[in-house]
């Protein structure tokens, strides 16, 4: 089966890191791993994988291209997967090679130890993979995969530790960057968050004995788990036999959960930091009217992930909300490679105009993000060509300057429109009557930070805003990427 070839609208998003989800202590547990697995789809959709442990069959696993409605809701794909302890992961590749021969990278991995076999899912990126790997393979490591996450299997494999999630802790202690990690042995589940938070990681209760472990809280809410906690920043879970034990692997670190989940990646019906996902989004609009002002007949998303977003805005403005711009649903991503003619509709075939509204209109479109820029200009001659009189663009995040490292697959910075180019030059580029980001300190205030970023100790990773990142990459730095100058 060929991989998923990304459609023109999403060449010009930030592209969703990864979702993990585990659960122990259930009848058939690999099918609540696919529940939560396709909660958490929009967190990577070019390919999943399940692991499941049955006493009477041992380690089963089954990894497959596309989404995961169409490969683990059949009958004869679940059966393969016996067992009340089981993982899942969803990808989206930040890491390792794409295409056709990717299927090894597909996670959770997997390793046999001594001491028996452990299953490995990762959310993140480890910013020193590149140097880890080389000393692993000239160390003996043959890997398997092309992905960073195998090298925390092979730092088990070398650490002397007596058992797994010590050998874990060996193996997370060597490694930098952001991870949110959820393995399981024969009869454990574990989780671990890196000592910055940078991913989320969340725990619920099943039923009477049964827990779960998912990147967010929709994951827990589709298998009707009880939300108990947040996994916290640095810490280690160990969940077997109806009992939770908690350690703490690192050094104490501050926070540093990664600001873009508020905006684009958690689902809007998520809880994140206690707070709904959905009611920050709506928060970042009003921050928006409030910094930005502009005479207009109507608010319109960017649909779907400005939503929230724009009804802020067009609550605090008084101006009112419509859909002005329709999603077809049903487009989706294909395997089959489009011809030139249905490439240059672009977003059109994603996206369409509801004209009878538009036309005539000064119209106020509302996005989450500005990254190349080349679908806010396909839209913007959308809505002009469907006769409106002047179009503004308001965009829910500060502008994207700087790549990220820690798991979302950013382009190169000067492939960032505001890496080379000012918010003036930006708003000329694109071709609309004004353009205006929420500022840094407005984003923190919509989070709940009521006196905005605190600038010598930021409570968020925001370093794709601010060129600021609290791990330094330092696969990157080898490579020759120029870090910010220090203010």
Known sequence: MRPFLSHPFDDDKLKEECGVFGVIGVTDAANFVALGMH????????????????????????????????????????????????????RYSTAGSKGATAIRDVQPFFGEFSMGGCAVA????????????????????????SSDSECIIHLMARSIQKNIPERMKDALRAVEGAFSVIAMTRTKLIGVRDPLGVRPLVLGKVGDDGYALSSETCGLDIIGAEFVREIEPGEMVVISKGKVESSRPFGSAKSRFCIFEHVYFSRPDSILGGRSVYETRRQIGVELAKESPVEADLVCPVPDSGTPAAIGYSQQSGIPYAMGIIRNQYMGRTFIEPTEQIRNMGVRLKLNVNRALIRGKRVILVDDSVVRGTTSRKIKDMILDAGAAEVHFRIASPPTAWPCFYGVDTPEREKLLAATMSEDEMRDWIGVDSLKFISLDGLYRAAGEAKGRDKTCPQYCDACFSGEYPVAPSDQIAKGFAMKAAE
């Open 39 to 90: 909660a958490l789809q929009h967190r990577g959709q070019e390919a999943g994988g399940i692991v499941a442990y049955d006493p009477e069959t041992g380690f089963n696993n089954a990894r497959r291209f596309g989404y995961v409605r169409d490969n683990f809701t059949k009958a004869d794909v679940m059966a393969t997967l016996p067992g009340s302890l089981a993982i899942g992961h969803v």
């Open 122 to 145: 990762h959310n993140g990126n480890l910013t020193n993979a590149t140097q880890l790997r080389k000393e692993l393979i000239e160390r003996g490591s043959i890997f398997q995969s």
